[in-house]
């Protein structure tokens, strides 16, 4: 299989399926496309006709776009691997709790682009993000109390993966967050294929301007 995805700097939705496979050890080959380039869409469709990034091509061919289509299928294909939670009840609230990140938290995801180069305490804490970092908080403490942790349902499974991007956020932006969701963030920072990721990102030397926040 092949994953195209954007600058592990700045790609959120990237993030998302490259650290699941490489947390699961699904073989994959990495392509890396560099975002807001002139030749980036162009380079995209030649994987994704959404023009976006992530995009998986399987090796005959079939390609299937989206983070959170990615990791269904990814759970379909591979159903050795516990990607979602096996319990019926958790795995119905892990889609959930997977589904309102997907589709929510505008503010956050606008005002504290994924820069993980960046550190920048305090800066976008309006009062919308904050209100979005109180819920994202109070899930995971929600999540974690349920389960035992040391992830949302106890193993690394999707929920986690889609909420990597926000641990990385929070790392350059540190909001105040409660003990839970603080040991928390610890706890999927160091996970090894998160490691990998936020290494690579490091190493990377290509700039996109709008997520630089400059002043």
Known sequence: ????IGDKNYSSWSMRPWVLLTHFGIAFD??????????????????????????LVADDGF????????????????????LWPRDTNARARARSVSAEMHS???ALRTAMPMNIRLTRPGVGSTPDVLADVARIDA??????????????????????AMYAPVVMRFN???????????AYVQRVTALPAVARWIEAARRETHIVADDELDE
């Open 139 to 160: 899930l995971w403490s929600e999540c974690l109390a349920a389960s035992g942790g040391p992830f949302l349902f106890g193993e690394f499974s999707i929920a986690d």
């Open 1 to 4: 299989m092949k994953l195209a």
């Open 104 to 106: 929510g938290f505008v």
């Open 63 to 82: 390609a299937v776009w989206d983070s959170l289509a990615i990791a269904e299928t990814l759970a379909e294909r591979f159903p050795q691997h516990a």
């Open 172 to 182: 350059s932006f540190q909001p105040l967050l409660s003990p839970q969701a603080a």
């Open 30 to 55: 990495e392509v890396l496309i560099e975002l807001d380039e002139p030749g980036t869409k162009s380079s995209i469709l030649q994987y994704s006709a959404s023009g976006k990034v992530p995009c």
